[in-house]
């Protein structure tokens, strides 16, 4: 008998407040979510900003701001090489000069580095000074003159322009494409090395 006038008891406090306090967190209103766990300290809902409304954060206060200087957009292959067309490739050339910028700053280790794979990649043509006396040209084994790249022909291009050269082959062809064999790091790497190099 003790034991049923208990269990009615607790069943009264169940009453009470338990169900009261289910029935509170049962929210119909879809607007306001209710109270959350550190919700008051952003954690969940942080700040957005409409395309054109001021923003604090930006040091020039506009939201919508434009991507940074060179950027390309994902997938994209800016310039495709135009087969054939001469003047077709040496407007690509220029337009890589003028967009395609140089992400990297040459400290000592990126200019080793540069130096080692120019040794590997260029100096066999272009030799070991850059001066277009390498010995695959004064062997004769290639018979195209490469170009000197410590004159002002080459030194006065914009990096972009290079990295194009690197990667495209030059536009008659006669020096051929590395793309596939230097990382885009690497072609930087490089260019970087090659302004050592300047007379
Ligand atoms: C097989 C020989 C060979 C190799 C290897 C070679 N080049 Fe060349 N390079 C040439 C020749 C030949 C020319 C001149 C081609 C021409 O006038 O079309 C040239 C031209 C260039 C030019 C001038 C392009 C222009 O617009 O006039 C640059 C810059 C250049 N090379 C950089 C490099 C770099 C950097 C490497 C190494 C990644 C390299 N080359 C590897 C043979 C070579």
């Known amino acids: ?45 942080t700040k957005f900003y409409k395309a054109y409304s001021p923003n604090s954060v930006f040091s020039d206060s506009i939201t919508n701001q434009l991507p940074a200087d060179g950027a390309i957009a994902r ?6 090489l135009p087969a054939g067309n001469i003047g077709e490739r040496a407007a690509s050339q220029m337009q890589s000069g003028a967009v395609i910028l140089n992400p990297t700053t040459p400290d000592e280790e990126s200019l080793a580095k540069g130096k080692e794979l120019y040794g590997v990649f260029c100096s066999s043509c272009h030799g070991a000074q850059g001066k277009g006396d390498g010995h695959l040209y004064t062997s004769k084994l290639f018979p195209a003159k490469p170009t ?52």
């Open 75 to 80: 997938g994209t292959m800016p310039f495709p």
């Open 1 to 45: 008998m003790k034991l049923k006038i208990d269990a009615m008891k607790y069943l009264r406090l169940l009453a009470l407040f338990v169900i009261p306090l289910l029935l509170l967190s049962c929210n119909k209103d879809k607007n306001n979510p209710g109270y959350d766990y550190m919700g008051y300290q952003d954690m969940y809902y």
């Open 148 to 199: 000197s790249l410590v004159e002002a022909y080459v030194q006065n291009k914009k990096d972009g322009e290079i990295y194009f050269v690197i990667t495209k082959g030059s536009i008659s062809g006669l020096m051929g494409p590395h793309g596939s064999q230097i990382t885009p790091d690497e072609r930087w790497m490089i260019i970087n090395y090659i302004r050592t190099l300047a007379q």
